[in-house]
């Protein structure tokens, strides 16, 4: 998203506060899907610059939302030519909104604005010796972006967490005050009433500062093999070999699978704690040592040109030529093994120039069912890709990613894509899975539909859960996706149980004339809606 102008324009929406400049800039986000021509954007500078911005849009029927990096694939923040933008305001939080501070005392505790980058935050951690326990793969996303959507890392050693919202001890909101009549913010901490409505909130909430708990830094060791075939790596339980996603996180506790496509090739990535540095590991000092994924190859350029255009049977050799250009990427840079600190390994994913769209889902489960969950995906994935190759269709022209993670805790965000089930208390890993695709690929809505009708219907407790992870692509018809009514009104609310109607009615109770929301939302977040069949 174009950053706000400094300075005031020579017009403003009707009683706009003055000390807040607003210019009229368009909104893209980054995938190039969701585009608004001309919407109100303003930079606040301090939480009371918020209030002041939402008391105006209350009494003057605008609705307020919250913008950083605009990485969500879907409308969580703006949607595609919204019709009613005309009265939005867009409040970019990283001008201003961007401080970060660590906390004295025992525990440690970072205190940091929703504007910062994850990446800037864990460069201030580790000036002090502290780390997070558990970060997005990419450090450009907003800490107030990432914790909205439950964004996460791969990591389920004990003592996990799911996403980074878990790590959340208090956090300043903007909400509304039915004493004074007007909204204000308020002060939340872990485990009050309404905080967990807040952890993770999709959007519909506007949170001004978070303080998260930190780990002491230390040093991890990650290595890559791209030897392992998908039958290897998705194999059955009963045949799990030491390259099997189960066995590589007990061994290692973090993995990153990329399933390269129409190929049976595949880049692994372990994460493990290494206090010395191997022999074998060469020690690095920032992140984002995998430089030849931040540039496209020409040979993967060649191929990419013509995957969307006329020629989209083209997909079938794009894997392999990208596994190629893997091998040689990671050799030429010497990358296959590497050691340092644990906020240059696990930022590993800089924003690149291959902009694909993606599906993205949690499968919450049990340790002792991880491997029989990401077979049994692999298994319908491998169908549905072949049976769409045979009709002459070639949805699937991007890799599949998979990490697994813990779960957040019992008490923790309510809306997070792995939140705990207090009905399946054993359920204690979650895989998360995206289907990356190039935007505006023939016949991948329709794909991505079947799959994800797969998912809910297959993925069933006490097996397994399935959730949207709320930034990426969910809800699919065969044209769109967020769109499907039996998944926004049925599969969704029944994937979070009797919580749904519980956060949801916080939620509204928090800002009851939903100035914090959009017509996405307002279509999503219904009480009543929740519940297990």
């Known amino acids: 998203m174009t950053r706000a102008l400094s300075g005031r324009a020579h017009d403003a929406p009707p009683g706009f506060p003055r000390a807040l400049p607003v210019r009229r800039r368009p909104y893209r986000n980054w995938v190039d899907r969701i585009h608004v021509d001309d919407v109100w954007t303003c930079s606040p500078r301090t939480a009371e610059d ?104 791969t990591g389920a050693a004990a003592p996990a967490h799911g996403t980074m919202s878990d790590l959340v001890v208090a956090l300043d909101a903007v909400v509304w005050d039915a004493a004074s009549g007007r909204y204000a913010v308020r002060g939340f901490r872990r485990g009050d009433p309404d905080t967990a409505a807040l952890l993770t909130h999709v959007g519909r909430a506007f949170v ?20 392992a075939l998908s039958g290897e790596v998705f194999a059955a339980p009963e ?9 590589l996180v007990e061994r290692c506790g973090a993995v990153d699978v990329l399933w390269f496509p129409y190929s049976e090739r595949t880049w692994l990535r372990t994460f ?102 990401v077979h049994d995906f692999a298994v319908r994935y491998r169908e549905l ?55 505006g690929t023939g016949h991948a809505e329709s794909f991505h539909r079947d799959l994800e009708r797969f998912a809910f219907d297959h993925y069933r407790p006490p097996y397994a859960v399935v959730r949207p992870e709320w930034a990426k692509g969910w809800g699919y018809t065969t044209s769109a996706g967020w769109a499907d009514a039996a998944v926004l009104g049925g599969a969704v609310p029944a994937a979070f149980g009797a919580s749904w109607n519980r956060v949801v009615t916080r939620l509204d109770a928090l800002d009851p004339h939903r100035v914090f929301g959009n017509p996405f939302l307002d279509r999503l977040l219904v009480a009543g809606s929740g519940g297990r069949t």
């Open 50 to 153: 918020v209030v002041a911005l939402a008391n105006w849009a209350w009494s003057h029927g605008y609705r307020v939302r919250a913008a950083g990096e605009g990485h969500s694939v879907g409308p969580l923040v703006l949607t595609d030519r919204q019709p009613d933008a005309q009265r939005v305001v867009l409040a970019d939080t990283r001008d201003h909104l961007d401080h970060v501070q660590v906390l004295p005392g025992e525990a440690p505790l970072v205190r940091v604005g929703p504007g910062a980058s994850v990446r800037s935050l864990l460069e201030h951690l580790a000036r002090h010796g502290l780390a997070l326990p558990c970060t997005t793969g990419c450090g450009e996303f907003t800490v107030g972006g990432a914790l909205a959507v439950g964004g996460h890392g």
């Open 385 to 439: 890709r072949d049976g769409y190759r045979d009709r002459e269709r070639y949805p699937a022209n991007g890799p599949v990613e998979l990490r697994v993670t813990g779960v957040d805790h019992a008490g923790g965000p309510t809306l997070s894509p792995v939140a705990a089930d207090p009905d399946h208390p054993h359920w204690d890993v979650a895989v998360w899975v995206s289907v990356l695709g190039f935007p």
């Open 272 to 373: 493990e704690p290494a206090p010395v540095r191997p022999p074998t590991s060469r020690a690095v000092t920032g992140p984002y040592n995998y430089p030849f994924t931040d540039h496209i190859p020409e040979a993967v350029s060649r191929v990419v040109s013509r995957v969307v255009g006329e020629h989209p049977r083209y997909a079938l050799g794009l894997g392999e030529a990208q596994h190629a250009a893997s091998v040689a990427g990671l050799a030429a840079t010497a990358s296959a093994d590497l050691w340092g600190r644990s906020k240059d390994l696990l930022l590993y994913s800089r924003p690149n120039v291959l902009r694909y769209a993606w599906s993205g889902h949690a499968i919450v489960t049990c340790r002792a069912e991880l491997q029989r969950v």
């Open 208 to 227: 001004t500062e978070v303080t998260l708990a930190a780990v002491a830094d230390h040093t991890l060791r990650c290595a890559s093999d791209t030897t």
């Open 239 to 247: 045949a799990a070999a030491p390259r099997s996603v189960a066995a």
